[in-house]
């Protein structure tokens, strides 16, 4: 029978899932409001690039997401878990399926560069120490330093101490990987480098990676999408095409590096001097 009496039927694709939903989120420290009504979604698979100007609430956004916060208000789910129904113990748990690469490395420098990648495994896992030692060597290779376990930090280069630290973010094999400031402090080829790493390890691992930074060229070339924050309020999410088509002024002044003429009131610089906006935020 001839296969043209059954035509192909095209099976459209699932939606991505969501591992990280933020419904409403409101934030304060002190009497301060820093996040106002944050709301979004991170989708399995994807890198998420989250960027804004100093004071825009980048880090707080973060620290959320990565659950070593609690907010005001509003909700957070992370790979399906309401985190304020977890218990200590569920928390904890919850962490262990999440990776931290942190901006200046935060090596040991006590420890060797085989140790300081072992670390995870050592707290959270019963391994023996020779499996624990093959997987660090496994994740060595693959952010590209196998053969340097037994230096010390001190004996490595700046992208050298990003990568190491990638390396043991990613050692326990976490379903989400977080990435505060990548590039900063590195030179324009060894970023490249570096953001070729977090593709290679998003495609290889099929992990979520959410990435903090203000390097361009690095959202450019990474991003799925992109999160824009501006004084506490989500400005713009969307495509890198999107991002770079925006009409938004503040947009536009991110991207190609322009100064914000922002006019300030005489009576509101007086106040501030004075101290009369503390004073009232304090009042009951």
Do not use: W
């Not at 190491?164 to 402090?185: K, N, Q, Y």
Request: glycine share 8%.
């Amino acid at each position: 029978m001839s296969n043209a009496a059954f035509p192909a039927v095209a099976i459209a694709a699932p939606p991505p899932r969501v591992v990280i939903e933020v419904r409403d989120l409101v934030t304060h420290y002190g009497p301060r409001e820093i996040l106002h009504g944050i709301s979004m979604d991170v989708l399995q698979g994807e890198i998420m690039v989250i960027m804004g100007g100093s004071g825009s609430g980048k880090s707080t956004l973060l620290r959320h997401l990565m659950a070593l916060e609690r907010q005001t208000s509003g909700t957070m789910r992370i790979l399906g878990e309401d985190i304020d129904d977890l218990s200590l113990i569920e928390m904890t748990n919850l962490r262990r399926k999440l990776g931290v690469a942190f901006q200046g490395g935060a090596l040991f420098s006590s420890m060797t560069v085989g140790e300081n990648i072992m670390l995870p495994l050592m707290e959270h896992t019963d391994l023996d120490r020779q499996t624990m030692e093959i997987m660090a060597r496994m994740k060595l290779e693959v952010v590209n330093l196998s053969g340097f376990e037994n230096l010390m930090p001190s004996e490595l280069s700046g992208g050298m101490i990003k990568r190491a630290a990638m390396a043991r973010a990613i050692v326990t094999d976490p379903r989400i990987l977080f990435c505060d400031e990548p590039s900063a402090g590195l030179d324009p080829v060894v970023a490249s480098s570096l953001d070729d790493l977090i593709l290679l390890m998003r495609d290889a691992m099929r992990m979520t990676v959410v990435v903090v930074t203000h390097e361009l060229e690095s959202v450019f070339k990474i991003a799925d999408r992109v999160t824009v924050l501006d004084k506490g309020n989500i400005l713009f999410i969307g495509t890198v095409a999107e991002l770079r088509a925006h009409p938004s002024e503040r947009i536009q002044n991110l991207l190609h590096r322009r100064p914000e003429d922002d006019t300030i009131d005489p009576d509101e610089y007086l106040r501030r001097l004075t101290g009369e906006d503390s004073l009232e935020s304090t009042r009951p």
